[in-house]
């Protein structure tokens, strides 16, 4: 038989058909001579045709899976499948663009006072900007051109005398100090902008009307209608 025997099991390729010849009934029987299999009782040969073929199930399993292949995409399918791609990172970005604007966005010092502000400020040394001061009486708060509505101050570019400049600048300072001191709110007055497009507003710090801490400091004086010399 090509094999040998041993404690009535035969080594050899019981399992193999060498001839035209029909096949035995013990060939593939988990390597187990005729004699012993003849001598096995009804529940052990059923027993071992079952644990033969669960074990053949296994082994067709593990082949159909490792020489499985997938079904190859059509051309159409091809196109779906980038556009489904590119349409959902295009939808993460914007996504996510949004999201990081909502997140970065500061809350807005609104005409009606709603809602209150704390910025940084500096100069305007170009005449316009995001958060500076202009003079004694204009600001750029988050790119909006405010004029406080109740004060007038002296002016810093087109000054008619020495004295005027002076204290111009001293009113500028003293409003820069004001602006970064706290938290803005603008009020509304019955005119919502000048004639150069400027919106005016009372500009309160922490709740205290800049306008009035300027006229007092004798920085600036309220506004009358018109214009007044300083000099």
């Known amino acids: ?30 390597w187990i001579s005729p004699e012993a299999y003849q001598a096995l009782s009804r529940e052990e040969k059923q027993e071992l045709a079952s644990r033969r073929q669960q074990v053949r199930g296994q082994r067709k399993q593990r082949n159909f899976q490792r020489y499985r292949r997938k079904p190859r995409r059509g051309f159409g399918g091809y196109l779906r499948y980038k556009a489904t791609v590119i349409g959902t990172a295009a939808a993460l970005i914007i996504g996510g663009g949004w999201i990081g604007d909502r997140l970065s966005q500061k809350p807005v010092a609104t005409a009606t006072g709603a ?3 704390r910025e940084s400020f500096h100069f305007c040394h170009t005449g316009g900007g995001t ?5 004694g009486d204009t600001i750029w708060l988050q790119g909006e051109n405010i004029r406080i509505a109740d004060i007038d101050a002296p002016e810093t570019h087109e000054y008619d005398c020495a004295s005027e400049k002076a204290l111009g600048d001293r009113a500028t300072q003293r409003l820069l100090q004001l602006v970064n001191s706290g938290t803005i709110t603008l009020k509304s007055v019955d005119r919502d902008a000048d004639v150069y497009g400027r919106k005016l507003r009372l500009v309160l710090v922490d709740g205290h009307d800049v306008g009035d801490t300027l006229v007092n400091e004798g920085l600036a004086r309220y506004y009358q209608g018109g214009k007044r010399p300083w000099c």
Request: with cysteine; net charge positive.
């Open 115 to 117: 809602s209150s502000v």
């Open 131 to 135: 958060n500076c001061v202009v003079d």
């Open 1 to 30: 038989m090509g094999g040998e025997r041993k404690d009535n099991v035969y080594r050899g390729q019981f399992g193999r058909r060498r001839s035209n010849a029909p096949r035995p009934k013990w060939q593939g029987t988990d």
